[in-house]
């Protein structure tokens, strides 16, 4: 159950770490976790792997190297599956220097050598000792609790990306019919000007899960193998909401006073 708690702290660190990265640069709040949850399994898998298999090494050059390696093997690892599972990718390196198929870059994994640097030599003894204050009863209980938690968010999380690859191939062939429909004139309307909401369009988005919804505006670099212009525009339909959202209730605030 300790390793457990490990595993949630580092998750939730590494949220912390990406969502304020991400935030500062968009402007807005990014709840950057896969999950609904405050956390990022992967860091939680990597802070493990780091302080499990680099526990004998004490050169720091040697815990840098290695650290980099191990954790980029595992964000490769998991960008491979999560694009096999889901047909879609959550980042994407490509446009960077010293890239492997998008997947790993140069400047990631000398972050997290640095990173777990950090971990192992200093934040990791740390919490140890933290933890080892906590009487071992309220960490089975308070670790059951969050592990309980922690498994409801991954099923439902789970069960609202396992549609998405569909309700993508739904929309693409909206946007086909309507195009379609409306002739070459509405086909180039929609590619100067996405994010036009009708009709049709708030009702595909109240189709959508939270999640779902979730993953297209928290993540700006997901990419879908097959249709990739859906997520476009979709993305731009669900900023067009917001933005039609905060109107109102700037209107409403405004009228009550």
Known sequence: MTEFLYFLFYSFTGWVYETLLCSVKERRFVNRGFLTGPYCPIYGCGALIDVVLLRPFSNPLVLF????????????ITSYLMEKIF???????????????GRICLLGALAFGAM????????????????????????????SVLAAGFAADVVTTLAGLASLDTRLREFSAMLKEEAESAGTAFAERLKRRPGKLSAAHRAFLLK??????????????????????????????????????KKTDAAGDYAEN
């Not at 190297?65 to 490769?76: N, T």
């Not at 777990?116 to 670790?143: K, Q």
Request: glycine share 2%.
């Open 116 to 143: 777990s640097l950090v971990l192992v030599l200093f934040l990791h003894p740390l919490v140890v000792s933290v933890a080892a204050a906590i009487p071992p009863r309220v960490r089975l209980i308070g670790g």
């Open 208 to 245: 959508m899960s939270f999640q779902q919804r979730r993953t297209l505006r928290s993540f700006a670099n997901f990419h879908s193998a097959k249709y990739e212009r859906a997520v476009e525009e979709l993305r731009a339909l669900l900023a067009e909401r917001v933005k039609n959202r």
């Open 65 to 76: 190297l290695l650290s980099m390696a191990l954790c980029s093997v595992l964000e490769y």
């Open 87 to 101: 047909h879609a990718r959550w980042w994407d390196y490509s446009h960077m220097k010293f890239n492997l198929n």
